[in-house]
């Protein structure tokens, strides 16, 4: 099945501060949508909103269903995962014990844990190693896992492939791929989208707060929309040019 966000006029103030204004977007399975922009631009807020974990005004909706006024808990009950920037993961428990919190929280089975834990065979070999001493790649593949113990029917990444090796940032990028081509409705948030310009498939630049591009025509797409928001000259003949190292 094919799985759908949609935030409508999104709004998330911090005291006085005015994070996210009026923000709209649309998210469908089967393509990894990209929400672009520079530090402070809103992107985190936005999808902390979108998850329930800030206090916020607007719609979002998952297949239909407005889920505005549940808290986050139920929201990941009911399809909604995220990834958050910074891993916060439990350092002092094992990869093992990481999962197992979670599928507590989700209410799930007893072999959940096991079926995780085959999606990156590096954290079957780390299965007794405290998350704390992982590399950074390793984290994230754990974070990952997490996230998608409930089979989530909307996925939020937050910053996820940031300062990461270009090998791991393939492989979770393919990983995202698979989850938006099985229909999960897939939205990464990243200040630089140069490592995965051939994997978006759609994407909004947010500055201060605002929406003030989407873009329909893949990740190169994005980036120049993005690089025009930010006022860099974008050639026209760098434009068409082939997306370069993805396999
Ligand atoms: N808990 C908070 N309390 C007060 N202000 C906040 C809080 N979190 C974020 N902000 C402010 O809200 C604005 C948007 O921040 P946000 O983290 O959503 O942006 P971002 O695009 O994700 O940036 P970054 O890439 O640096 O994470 C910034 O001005 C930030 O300082």
Excluded: W
């Amino acid at each position: 099945m094919t799985h759908e966000l949609v935030v409508e006029g999104l709004g998330v103030i911090y005291g006085r501060a005015t994070a996210v204004r009026d923000v709209s977007l649309v998210a469908p399975g089967g393509s990894i949508t990209a929400l672009v922009g520079p530090n402070g631009a809103g992107k985190s807020s936005t999808l902390l909103a979108a998850y329930g974990s800030v206090r916020s005004t607007g719609r979002v909706a998952v297949d239909g269903d407005d889920v505005s006024s549940l808290k986050a808990a139920v929201r990941a009950r009911r399809g909604v995962a995220l990834v958050p920037q910074g891993r916060k993961l439990f350092s002092h428990l094992t990869v093992r014990e990481n999962l197992q919190v979670m599928a507590e929280m989700l209410r799930l089975g007893g072999d959940a844990v096991d079926a995780a834990l085959d999606r990156f065979p590096i954290l079957h070999e780390r299965v007794r190693s405290l998350a704390g001493v992982l590399s950074g790649g390793e984290q994230q593949m754990l974070v990952v896992t997490r996230a998608l113990m409930g089979s989530p029917r909307v996925l939020l990444l937050d910053e996820v492939v940031t300062g990461l090796a270009p090998m791991v940032v393939q492989q979770l990028a393919r990983t995202f791929q698979d989850l938006a081509a099985q229909g999960t409705a897939v939205v990464l948030a990243e200040p630089n989208i140069g490592a995965l310009l051939g994997r978006i498939d759609r994407g909004y630049v947010m500055v201060r707060g605002e929406v003030v591009a989407c873009e329909e025509g893949g990740g190169r797409a994005v980036d120049h929309a993005y690089q025009r928001a930010i006022g860099v000259d974008v050639p026209p003949a760098v434009e068409d040019g082939p997306v370069a190292g993805v396999h």
